[in-house]
């Protein structure tokens, strides 16, 4: 497959450059010592004598040739082509990290393009009635140390488990927003997946809940907003539903607003935690 | 052959760039405008001239284009690019920041010379 390829690139650099890039370079160099000669002409000399000292100065028109030639434009083709290599060989080297490395990227991606909600003053009222049902779920390390859920793991238990009504998932970050006609705000948001609120049997006042197909990759990135925000950033703007509005430095549409006072997720409030351990 | 100073490493190109900055000009004109503004303390062979444009072409700092000359010869005349203007505007200005500071340094030690 490499002497293919070089070949190939060979073959590029011949039919795109050299020919056409050689013969400009000799009737560059050509007009350059005719131009040399005129010019010495001009200053006296006879025309064979003129042409004799613009060819000592010239020098050596292969070697000019030559020097030429390093600096080509199939030099970065050759450059590119090192990396090329060197690249695949250290992935060949660590084959195992590189699966790793690929499969993460694609669930980084996989999970960016879910959705996320935003909420201000999270943590202080738990978000549902009968917290006494509500369990969290998590994972330990060997240390006890709560690492999460991986979004596979999280898609297993789902799928897997019969104790329970349903699963949802969150992840808490703080979210900017920064619209071109309003000042940056920083607020409290989290990713949820489609179906955590009607689990906690709380829908949008307006617009839309999440659908389970907004949670698949590459679905449009939408976004449910709190009241306070609506009311506040966006001045209860009654066209809210299926406004463009950038959180975190992405577009994204409002497809819901939730109730006044509606918080999420719950950080005190009784709801039960259980652990599973990974 | 005349014996000339050898140009700093790397200067080549900023003074290709400003040579071009007031009109486009052909080779052997770049190499003789070099000559004379610098009285001749700098001459410049083909032999660094003609990489020096092929680098300088292939960054996209400059563009050939084949002409007339005055004396009804066709020649590649090369012309500055908007990129090339700005990178001509960079190198002096960081050029002119070098030359200030070793002048001050050489001035620091006149008196052991």
């Known amino acids: 497959m490499i002497p293919l390829f070089r070949r190939l690139i060979g073959g590029l650099r ?24 005129d010019d010495k002409v001009r200053a006296g000399l006879t025309e064979s004598a003129a042409m004799r000292a613009a060819r000592i100065e010239l020098g050596s028109v292969e070697a000019v040739k030559e020097h030429v030639r390093d600096v080509g434009w199939e030099s970065v083709l050759e450059q590119l082509w090192r990396d090329v290599q060197y690249a695949s ?25 879910t ?5 201000s003053g999270m943590g202080s009222t738990p978000p549902v009635d009968q917290s006494d049902q509500v369990v969290s779920l998590t994972s330990l390390d060997s240390a006890g140390r709560t690492v999460g859920v991986s979004y596979p793991d999280f898609q297993d238990w789902r799928h897997l488990s019969q104790s329970f009504e349903g699963l949802a998932a969150h992840s808490v970050m703080a979210v900017n927003l920064t619209d071109r006609d309003l000042a940056a705000d920083r607020v409290a948001g989290a990713y949820i997946s489609a179906t955590t609120f009607s689990l906690l049997r709380e829908h ?17 990135p939408v976004v449910i907003i709190a009241a306070s925000v609506w009311k506040g950033r966006y001045g209860g703007d009654p066209g809210i539903i299926g406004r463009v509005i950038t959180a975190n430095g992405r577009r994204v549409t409002v497809v819901g607003v939730m109730r006044d006072g509606f918080r999420f997720p719950t950080a005190r409030g009784g709801s039960r935690s259980g652990t599973a351990s990974t | 052959m005349r014996k000339t100073t050898d140009l700093v490493q790397g200067t080549l190109d900023m003074l290709i760039l400003k040579t071009l900055a007031l009109e486009p000009m ?3 004109g770049i190499g003789l405008r070099l000559e004379q503004i610098s009285q001749g303390v700098f001459r410049v062979n083909a032999g660094s001239l003609f990489p020096a444009f092929r680098r300088l072409e292939r960054d996209g700092l400059i563009k050939g284009e084949w002409r007339a000359t005055e004396n009804h010869r066709r020649a590649k005349y090369y012309a500055l690019t908007a990129q090339g203007r700005a990178t001509l505007r960079r190198e002096t200005r960081q050029w002119e920041v070098q030359t200030a500071a070793i002048a001050r340094i050489l001035k620091m030690s006149t008196s052991e010379s």
């Open chain 2, 26 to 28: 052909h080779g052997y």
């Open chain 1, 14 to 37: 011949a039919v795109f450059h050299r020919e056409r890039v050689e013969q400009e370079l000799d009737e560059e160099l050509r007009g350059f010592l005719q131009t040399a000669a």
């Open chain 1, 115 to 119: 959705l996320f909600t935003i909420v």
């Open chain 1, 204 to 220: 949008p006042i307006l617009g839309r809940d999440f659908r389970p197909d907004d949670d698949r990759p590459g679905a449009e």
């Open chain 1, 89 to 113: 060989r250290t992935l060949r080297r660590s084959r195992g990290f590189t699966a790793v490395a690929v499969i993460s990227l694609a669930l980084a991606i996989g999970f960016n393009t």
